[in-house]
């Protein structure tokens, strides 16, 4: 598998923002969807956001939906969340995700890959 690599994250204060990225390589990036996932201590796993295959639709989870944006860059294997307004509820650990399928409608079992995590931890 094709390790995907996350950056990004670090320590803010509520109300500020952070860019992750995920890098990977590799020829098929283009042809799948990729996703964020989250785990805060004690809690399970949870989806964040998603973008198909092209970056032409985007899903996102209620909690963050109208802070944080998804986006792809096919061309350098990247995908990208830019996280506003932040808050200290969105403290976790951060994992970017390669769907098996092209398309942004994701859950767990649809991953092929997943990446190591980047923290990131919000402040009040």
């Known amino acids: 598998q094709v390790p995907l690599v996350e950056s990004g994250g670090g320590l803010v204060q509520a109300g500020g923002s952070l860019k992750l990225s995920c890098a990977t390589s590799g020829r098929t990036f283009s042809s799948y969807a990729m996703g964020w996932f989250r785990q805060a201590p004690g809690k399970e796993r949870e989806f964040v956001s998603a973008?198909?295959?092209?970056?032409?639709?985007?899903v996102y989870a209620d909690s963050v939906k109208g802070r944080f944006a998804i986006s792809r860059d096919n061309a350098k294997n990247t995908v990208y969340l830019q996280m506003n307004t932040l808050k200290p509820e969105d403290t976790a650990v951060y994992y970017c995700?390669?769907?098996?399928?092209?398309?942004?409608?994701?859950?767990?079992?649809?991953?092929?890959?997943w990446g190591q995590g980047t923290q990131v931890t919000v402040s009040s």
């Open positions: 973008i198909d295959w092209s970056g032409g639709f985007a």
């Open positions: 995700a390669r769907s098996n399928l092209p398309g942004a409608t994701m859950t767990s079992s649809d991953i092929g890959s």
